[in-house]
């Protein structure tokens, strides 16, 4: 994936690699990336409905021709508009190799191996080994994710989140306004952006439900949502919700879970 600013230098950036055609869905940014087009008429800008459509008809040209494309462009969110926003490419090509995000898609039970033959080009050298900052469960795996969002009202707010997750055995997340407002590190941050999530239960507290963080988090088995707006947005996805102060609610779960375990 490469990235870049502005429409044509990011089409210069695909000019450069190689990329002859341009596969999109018509969406805003597709659409603000066309009006640059006519200035690369070594460039063909190819449409399609559905994103498997797209990506069907890249992988099919590049099979067939054995050239370079460029499939499913996408601005960031949060970046500012398409002129100046960061733009992803997903090169095509043969051969190709696939990533998926973690928690995106379900692990498939029986799969198929395909050995290949090892050789120089092909040695796994480690470079470097990089841990991550402090202990605790990791937020990626962790079977529970206590996570607070704007609601919480400060940094030394997250101390009933923390408490929380504690006593469930998991870990703290929240969501993007947090880490802006500079509350919580970005390696706590569920979303689209930030670490994408799978517990057994999400306990999102204080969260309004936006779709950048919905998104990172629709990999939770449950969700119990905690806000005072009973109009928010996230409990259309909540499998539980509690209309309150997060800062009675959630004190006052620990406490439950404290009398039960007889503590």
């Not at 450069?16 to 063909?44: C, K, R, S, Y």
Request: proline residues 4%.
């Amino acid at each position: 994936m490469t990235k870049t600013t502005g429409r044509a230098a990011f089409l210069q950036l695909l000019v450069d690699e190689g990329v002859t055609h341009l596969f999109g869905n018509p969406g805003t940014t597709e659409l603000a990336i066309m009006e640059v087009v006519p200035q690369f008429p070594q460039l063909e800008f190819v449409l399609g409905l559905q994103e498997a459509v797209v990506m069907a008809m890249a992988d099919g040209f590049c099979r067939a021709s054995g050239r370079l494309a460029a499939a499913n462009v996408h601005v960031m969110p949060g970046l500012g508009n398409a002129m100046g926003a960061l733009y992803n490419a997903k090169f095509s090509g043969s051969p190709v190799i696939l990533t998926v995000a973690p928690h995106v898609v379900a692990a498939a039970e029986n799969l198929e191996v395909q050995e290949l033959a090892s050789g120089p080009d092909m040695t796994v050298r480690v470079q470097e080994r990089v841990g991550t900052d402090g202990g605790g469960v990791s937020l990626a795996d962790a079977s529970v994710v206590v996570s607070g969002g704007r609601g919480v009202g400060s940094t030394e707010g997250f101390a009933v989140i923390e408490e929380l997750a504690e006593l469930l055995g998991g870990a703290v997340g929240c969501s993007r306004a947090v880490t802006m407002a500079g509350w919580r590190p970005h390696t706590d941050q569920v979303g689209q952006t930030g670490t994408k999530i799978a517990p057994e239960i999400y306990i999102a507290c204080g969260i309004s439900g936006a779709t950048q963080h919905m998104a990172g988090a629709k990999g939770a088995k449950k969700l119990l949502a905690i806000n005072p707006d009973a109009e928010a947005s996230i409990f259309a996805s909540a499998d539980y919700g509690v209309i309150g102060d997060l800062h009675e609610v959630v004190p006052a779960i620990s406490a439950e879970i404290r009398k039960a375990r007889g503590a």
